[in-house]
């Protein structure tokens, strides 16, 4: 992907520059080792704690540096066969859940611009932390481990949509319009959290336009990631970007490849990554090595504008150490002088402690939605004198290996065997190792996920509930209904899954129904709830992923999970435009603006064992940041013998009817009143370990004029950034996002007006 040639006389090297990780390396499997496949990037959000994406990509760094000295390929078709894996990490993608039908949600942490900012500098801390004994701390001349790339600039997330007169929208030609209101207030703070913060080192640009522009020829890399964000490191394209700009079905922006190349190179960007589509106007994949000597030859870009789009892509190959030599050639002192060739080796993949640390990131993401009755945990029999639980394992993710994996895993299953996921543990095989002496289990598939209904297959499930005491329904998704190139028309679970919840529950009386969850994007499951006890959302949980199900359904891990989205009923399909970019028009996107009631389960909620617990807060302020200590106990007679998690959400509710111009600058809020309903400014995930002891947290929240950072920060009609005059509530919940809301009265431990007498300006 995105190969530079070699050039011997200057003792660059060929070099393929990325390799896609968004959730672990895509990369073959060298002498029986695996790199590390972790779980989705949506459940990463749903922990609410960026820790674990740091740690994960810390993992993915080393990995990645030692199976690139091993000289591991990515196994994927439009790589070309046999493309060596380079050290420039294609991910996080770090786009806005916008809507719920969008195929890739399982690829982001969720719908939230915080979460998905904190989670885009995590994953670049990560990344591109420091080898080992740099001596040198992250910076734009310090060394990396890897590169970082944020995917995929900016505004992305339609694959393919058919409009009511049957036109159908692929990405490749969508034109994303997008106000500047909303591009400040939504599209654009992940980036800014990402690059200018964590200094990721890359940047990807979209399939998609932005404004009548593609996104890869966009005035924004200049204007904003160059300019007003000194970004200095590379950008590349999504594959096949520049031919598609001068393909008619397409883009069809360029006249010819020489003009595609120089609008890519004049809007900044550096490394075109190759694919041929079916029906590109230009066959040919290099773009920049086949057109670029015709544009300067016809005088439409220059010289210095190709140098320095090299210098850009050269400063990061040193930062890499692909200029350095081996350390077998040291230096006259005796110091190595590859520190960056040896400090991994291919020892450091897939070990023991990096399959420790994917089992329990994948527990921390569990999700309990419901749970009537305290139905869980499953209580283990077999003990003295006691009968064995009879549990039945059913549904088409019972005993499945695909459907626990995310899109773009790399070689599981050792070399030559990708796609085959065969060695990855199922739920049954989990629930049988770790509870077969004392629990009776029994399997049946009662459907498969997407074919027509089986009554026979779903007969025999309801014969096989009988007289069991828990029936757990495996149900999902999986990338046949969800993925890049494919959106969704409906929120539901596949038909004859929907029909199997509905026949266990008519024809099994008295048995505890549980429903685990597979899956990446919302799931409507409006019509199932009534018919199940529980319900447990797992995400695409990875390859650990059937043991933190099985530990989690049994009390072995106590879900602490909360939604990094908005659980919508399907009938918010009706409500919004798929093609609309807009946030803030009719009935409103994502817990910051919507206002309908199509709702099954809040952004933020998420239930644990045992009752919830009690939280208090006190506040500390100065002129520049607020400090809100909370502390968290065990509610009064609970004493539940496990360890809980709560997820500690602050808010702040922008009271639009007090707020009025900034003096400073004239700008006005939303003539609207469009102002985000509420804002997620601070969260932190708290663990109780001992059901007797407190617990605390300390969220800081930066309140400094003019920082760009700063909470009260709200954006304008025109786009501008500003504190407005006015009064907001700042709001502290365990709950979830609909427990901060003016005239809330109820749901929170912390309720506090903040008073803004003076206006100021924010940095974009």
């Known amino acids: 992907m995105g190969k530079l040639a070699s050039v011997p006389q200057l003792g660059v090297q060929s070099y393929d520059w990325g390799v896609t990780c968004i959730h672990g390396l895509r990369a073959s499997c060298i002498d029986g080792r695996c790199a590390t496949s972790f779980a989705a990037p949506i459940s990463f959000g749903a922990t609410w704690d960026q820790q674990n994406t740091q740690s994960s990509a810390a993992i993915m760094a080393k990995e990645m540096r030692a199976m690139w000295q091993a000289k591991a390929t990515e196994p994927m078709a439009w790589a070309g066969a046999g493309a060596d894996i380079g050290l420039g990490c294609w991910g996080p993608d770090v786009n806005i859940a916008r809507d719920p039908r969008w195929g890739r949600i399982q690829q982001t942490a969720g719908e939230d611009p915080k979460i998905a900012g904190d989670y885009g500098a995590a994953f670049t801390v ?33 694959e393919a949509w058919t409009l009511p007169d049957g036109e159908k929208v692929e990405r490749y030609k969508f034109d994303a319009n997008v106000t500047a209101y909303d591009m400040n207030d939504t599209y654009l703070p992940a980036w800014r959290k990402g690059l200018v913060e964590a200094k990721a080192g890359g940047v990807m640009c979209s399939h998609n336009s932005i404004n009548g522009v593609p996104s ?21 394209s999504d594959s096949g970007e520049i031919a598609d700009f001068v ?17 890519a190179l004049r809007a900044t960007m550096n490394v075109d990554s190759e694919e041929n589509l079916s029906g590109a106007a230009i066959a040919n994949g290099d773009m920049f090595g086949t057109f670029l000597p015709i544009a300067l030859q016809q005088g439409l870009c220059s010289v210095d504008l190709v ?15 692909l200029f350095d ?11 190595p002088l590859g520190k960056y060739w040896n400090w991994a080796s291919m020892a450091d993949v897939g070990t023991a402690a990096s399959k420790a640390e994917n089992l329990r990131i994948t527990d921390a993401s569990m999700t309990l939605l419901k749970n009537d009755g305290g139905v869980l945990p499953i209580p283990a029999g077999g003990g003295a004198g006691k009968a064995k639980t009879k549990v039945a394992l059913i549904g088409p993710g019972a005993d499945s290996h695909d459907l626990l994996i995310p899109s773009y895993p790399g070689e599981i299953c050792g070399a030559g065997r990708f796609g085959n996921n065969g060695c990855v543990e199922t739920v049954v095989g989990a629930a ?23 009554r026979t297959q779903i007969e025999e499930a309801v014969a096989a509930v009988q007289g069991f005491d828990y029936a757990v329904l495996v149900l999902g998704l999986g990338q046949s209904a969800e993925a890049e190139g494919k959106d969704r028309t409906s929120l ?28 990446g994007g919302v799931v409507a499951i409006e019509e199932e709830l009534p018919f199940v006890d529980a319900v447990l959302e797992a995400w695409y949980p990875g390859v650990t992923g059937g043991e933190s199900i099985v530990r989690t359904l049994f009390g072995l891990n106590n879900p602490g999970g909360r939604l990094p989205m908005t659980m919508y009923k399907n009938a918010y399909l009706d409500e919004v435009n798929m093609t609309d970019m807009s946030m803030t028009k009719g009935v409103g996107r994502t817990y910051r603006y919507y206002t309908g009631t199509s709702v099954n389960f809040q952004f933020g909620y998420g239930l644990s064992y045992g009752a919830p617990l009690v939280a208090e807060a006190r506040v500390a302020a100065t002129a520049d940041e607020m400090t809100v200590a909370v502390s968290v106990k065990s509610a009064p007679g609970d004493a539940a013998p496990y360890p809980k998690s709560t997820v500690v959400q602050l808010y702040l509710v922008p009271l639009v009817h007090t707020l009025h111009a900034n003096p400073a600058t004239g700008e006005r809020p939303p003539a609207d009143a469009r102002l985000p309903l509420r804002v997620l400014v601070g969260s932190q995930r708290v663990t109780l370990q001992d059901p007797t002891q407190e617990a605390h947290a300390a969220v800081l929240l930066n309140t400094k004029a003019g920082d760009a950072s700063n909470v009260l920060c709200f954006v304008s009609d025109s786009g501008a950034r500003q504190v407005f005059p006015g009064v907001y509530t700042l709001f502290g919940t365990t709950e979830h996002a609909g427990a901060a809301a003016e005239g809330s009265a109820s749901g929170y431990f912390l309720k506090k007006n903040i008073t803004v007498s003076d206006g100021s300006s924010c940095p974009l």
């Not at 890869?216 to 590349?236: E, H, Q």
């Not at 140098?307 to 150490?321: A, K, P």
């Not at 030599?325 to 110091?335: E, H, M, N, Q, Y």
Request: with cysteine.
């Open 325 to 335: 030599p081996p350390a077998s050639a040291g230096g006259a002192d005796g110091t």
């Open 126 to 158: 990560g990344m591109q932390g420091q080898p080992q004994n740099a001596g040198q701390t992250q910076g734009d001349g310090a060394p990396l481990k890897a590169v970082t790339t944020l995917m995929t600039f900016a505004a992305y997330n339609l």
């Open 492 to 519: 539901r679970l596949w038909e004859p899954e929907r029909d199997l919840v509905k026949a266990i529950a008519e024809g099994a009386p008295g048995v505890k129904i549980v429903m685990v969850l597979l899956n």
């Open 307 to 321: 140098r320095e789009s090299l210098r850009t892509i050269l400063r990061l190959e040193f930062r890499v150490g």
């Open 432 to 454: 049988a190792r770790l509870f077969g002496n004392t629990t009776e289990f029994v399997h049946r598939p009662g459907c498969a996920a997407w074919v027509t209904v089986n």
């Open 247 to 263: 393909t008619p079905k397409y883009h069809n922006y360029s006249k010819t490849g020489a003009e595609a190349v120089c609008a």
């Open 216 to 236: 890869c020829a966009s005035p924004l890399m200049k204007s904003v990631l160059r300019d007003a964000w000194n970004f200095t490191g590379y950008i590349t």
